[in-house]
């Protein structure tokens, strides 16, 4: 397992990916002030996003199938947990866009070669409170007793 958004997997028999690139924000409100520099304030996180890029080859590697899966999870407009291989919890994400692109084709038309990116939005934090309950985190000091 690469990496599960909800319960789909990304895994090299449904759709692996080959580059991830994450964009994150953070969001500062300026005030401009008489004969001065505006002053700035940090208001919070702003968006924090994850682009998903790879290919499969239905006739090989991974499934059309996976793709087909990824779109009705796009449909229903929900969040999805995003986890990676190492159980790592990287947070709550809606699908914002998709784009396929085929080439390779067999004679009755089917693409051999179908490439394909995901772009998934971290949505708020309040989402995960719900998700777990009383079940907090570790921060790194507490794993190191406090120190």
Known sequence: MMMALGLFVFSIQTTAYQSLERQTSWRHATNSR???????????PGEDTISLEGWIAPMEVGSEASLMLLRDMADTGKAWTLVDG????????TINSMREGRSVFTQSGA???I??????????????????GDLSLPTPGSLMGGL
């Open 86 to 93: 190492r159980g790592f919890f990287h947070g709550i994400y």
């Open 34 to 44: 008489v004969g001065a520099r505006a002053h700035s304030q940090y208001v919070g």
């Open 115 to 132: 490439e394909f990116s995901l772009s998934l939005n971290r949505v708020d934090d309040n989402l995960v409170d719900k998700l777990l």
């Open 111 to 113: 693409a051999r070669k």
